[in-house]
């Protein structure tokens, strides 16, 4: 499985239209991923990161091109249908980490698990909860939590299906040295240990140097896309 590309994203461009003017933020974006693989999004702000991560997840529809996530062409897939690829395939963390507020850490976590109809929910969740060092947290509401605590929930509540590949905007944008070295860890011992597709949109250039590869963007288009001088074991190449 390792030649599988997990993600194919052919000649996507986006536009916007925000008070009946078009603003096109992506330009002709193509790239695969390969599964298992790690990658990272760099850039300056706006220049359309967060679209294209959104894109790729199916958060939001290209407005040209394709988007085959695990070999499924996201375009055409109604709302209901993007819903369950979602749930089915992937795991999103979110830059505000969008936790629910009437909702306790456990109860963000067990969310996901719930669409899935599994069984032994708040066990799973629990010892996510755990694996993340928020055990004694359980029961606390997101307004009770710290920026690095939500982003630990936030972090246990992408894991929880095992998705083939979890997309993360700026993990660490918002934490301080020590709580970014613990997700940068548990995002990495999720790649190695169950084989999960990374892909981070960063702006910390040494974690990006963790991944295998890199991809800068600038105005909506690819500048460059170069495997990682440490870890260039699996390499991705544009065609
Ligand atoms: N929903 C939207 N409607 C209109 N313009 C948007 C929307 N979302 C983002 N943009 C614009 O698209 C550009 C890229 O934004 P974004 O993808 O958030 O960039 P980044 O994540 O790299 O900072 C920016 O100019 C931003 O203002
Ligand atoms: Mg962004």
Known sequence: ??????????????????AGKSLQVLHNINFF????SSLAITGASGSGKTTLLGLCAGLDKATE?????????????????LAAVRNQHIGF?????????????LENVMVPL???REKNIKTIALDLLDKVGLADRSHHYPIQLSGGEQQRVSLARAFSTKPAILFADEPTGNLDGETSVKIEQLLFDLNTQAGTTLVIVTHDLELAAKTNRIIKIKNGEIISDEP???N????????
Do not use: C, H
Not at 33 to 36: A, D, E, H, P, Q
Not at 65 to 81: A, P, R
Not at 96 to 103: A, K, S, V
């Open 1 to 18: 499985m390792q030649d599988f590309n997990i993600l194919d994203i052919r000649n996507v461009n986006k536009t916007y239209i925000s």
């Open 33 to 36: 991923v390969k599964k298992g």
């Open 65 to 81: 091109g394709n988007v085959i996530l695990n070999g499924i062409d996201l375009k055409g897939l109604t709302e209901d249908e």
């Open 93 to 105: 963390i979110f830059q505000n980490f969008q936790l629910m507020p009437t909702l306790t850490a």
């Open 114 to 116: 719930e669409l899935r």
């Open 228 to 230: 990682t001088l440490e």
């Open 232 to 239: 260039p074991t699996i390499i991705n190449q544009t065609v």
